[in-house]
């Protein structure tokens, strides 16, 4: 049994590279570093679109209510219309 020299895990290293910026080169003023966010977030698109005022907006919508009702009445006189040349039936199931 021979008794083996320990190696040295140590051995090949360059000291002289060892070590960051500040000590290699120590008249350097610290530079600053960016940091990487944590979490990117996922932004809808939604965000990026146009805002109108509250004003347009009430509008806007009271035009497209108003729209609808007209049109339902526009549509309930075409029906009432139709009826009254029918002679008062919609349908006739028998024919």
Request: with cysteine; net charge positive; proline share 7%.
């Amino acid at each position: 049994m021979g008794t083996e020299d320990p190696r040295d895990p140590l051995q090949g290293v360059d000291w002289k590279a060892v070590g960051n910026d500040m000590q290699r080169n120590p008249g350097d003023k610290p530079g600053i570093k960016k940091r990487l966010p944590k979490k990117i977030r996922q932004i809808p698109e939604c965000y990026f679109l146009p805002r109108r005022s509250q004003l347009y907006n009430f509008t806007f919508v009271g035009a497209c209510i108003a729209g609808g009702i007209g049109a339902g009445m526009l549509v309930e006189m075409w029906i009432n219309k139709k009826v009254r040349e029918d002679g008062g039936v919609l349908w006739e199931f028998d024919k």
